[in-house]
């Protein structure tokens, strides 16, 4: 099993709402997003707020083989909210 780290963008939003709207890669085995998975920091505003410019949140997405974590990572790379991914 190979992992594809993403760092997602998540200012503007209200909770996990970035993380919903992203098209995932048709490929993986499983899909996981939260702070436990790196993050900008605590939040620093109520939880029925939008996140602040400059918050993001970790996610993580779990495919068969380190080829196809190469094309998850270009496809997660192409979308507006993905500010970095790397296969681990």
Do not use: N
């Not at 963008?9 to 992203?22: K, N």
């Not at 410019?53 to 993905?82: C, F």
């Amino acid at each position: 099993m190979t992992t594809v780290k993403l760092k997602i963008d998540v200012s503007g939003t209200l909770g996990d709402q970035a993380w919903r709207d992203l098209r995932q890669f048709d490929q993986i085995q499983s899909a996981v997003f939260g702070a436990q998975f790196g993050s900008s920091g605590a939040c620093k505003h109520a939880a029925d707020l939008p996140h602040a410019k400059g918050e993001w949140i970790g996610g993580e997405i779990r495919l068969e083989t380190p080829l196809l974590a190469q094309y998850a990572m270009s496809h997660y790379l192409e979308q507006d909210r993905v500010l970095d991914a790397d296969v681990d």
